[in-house]
């Protein structure tokens, strides 16, 4: 379950990431690079992808084990409706619209599709109206279906974790900078906002050049975190950075630019351990 430390989910301008990053990806540059840095490894290479989402669960779920949050569900009391899933996928965001929308395409008939017309209505605002009072435990049933993990599991990938990876191999830094990115977008999202991830890689390359235009990966990547920091200072809920400071600043030290275990960092002052 989360705790206190929940960051919040995202705004709803990160409806736009697919269009904005992946699509614009897909179609660029990145066609003639994929194949050549997927190549030398990535965030994408399963054993890293697996610490990845170990990485996030500390800071958002306050736990390592990230697949026991497919049944979370909980308005956290952020203006975003509920909050649910192994991404925080939000009733007033649109990506919890999108999930279900993908789970009943697959599976028709299924516990959560009487809730699409309340999900289409609520989507922009914190209303619970239509989902209440069966939402939760149907989302905690539904959660049970693998197929409905699955859909979880998809929804982030197309969403935050492949574009994330993908600028981040375009950009030409490796598995930790990639997770750098996967981090920022998973709380930031993108859109036209300043604290989006565009505009956080925005700040960052005013300061320094990635790798693919010549730059220093380690002096780059410091760039990035302190872009991403500022960022987090402006809103009152993202405050605490301690996911930054005591957790991706602690590996950039240490120059492990490979996310390699073992690993220890701390979130909220809590410490964790990958062998």
């Known amino acids: 379950m989360h705790t206190p430390h929940i960051d919040p989910p995202l705004h709803t301008s ?13 179609a660029g540059p990145l066609l003639a690079t994929q ?45 975003r409706g509920y909050t649910a899933g192994i991404i925080g996928f939000c009733s007033g965001t649109g990506d919890m619209l999108d999930l279900v929308e993908l789970y009943t395409q697959r599976k028709p008939g299924n516990v959560l599709a009487k809730y699409l017309p309340a999900l289409r209505k609520v989507n922009g605002s914190d209303s619970h109206q239509g989902l209440d009072p069966g939402f939760p435990a149907d989302w905690r049933k539904a959660a049970q279906d693998t197929a409905f993990q699955q859909a979880q599991n998809d929804e982030r990938d197309r969403v935050y974790f492949n574009p994330a990876v993908a600028q ?3 950009d030409g830094i490796g598995v930790l900078g990639q997770f750098t990115y996967y981090d920022a977008i998973v709380m930031h999202g993108d859109g036209g906002d300043s604290t989006s991830f565009s505009n956080i890689r925005r700040r960052a ?4 050049k990635p790798p693919a235009q010549g730059g220093d990966e380690v002096t780059y990547l410091n760039a990035f ?3 991403r920091v500022w960022a987090m200072k402006q809103e009152e809920a993202h405050s605490d950075t301690t996911r930054v400071d005591t957790e991706q600043r602690v590996f950039l030290q240490k120059r492990n630019l490979n996310l390699d275990p073992p690993l220890n960092w701390k979130v909220y002052g809590d410490s964790y351990h990958i062998g």
Request: aromatic share 4%; proline share 1%; no cysteine.
């Open 14 to 26: 990160r409806r736009t990431l697919l269009t904005l990053i992946g699509a614009s990806l897909v």
């Open 35 to 79: 194949s050549q840095a997927a190549a030398s490894g990535g965030l994408d290479d399963p054993a890293k992808k697996e610490i990845a989402m170990k990485l996030v669960s500390s800071a958002e779920n306050s736990s390592l084990d990230w697949k026991a949050q497919y049944k979370y569900i909980e308005d956290i009391g952020d203006g």
């Open 168 to 170: 981040g191999k375009t």
């Open 205 to 208: 390359l005013a300061k320094a």
């Open 225 to 227: 975190l302190d872009a």
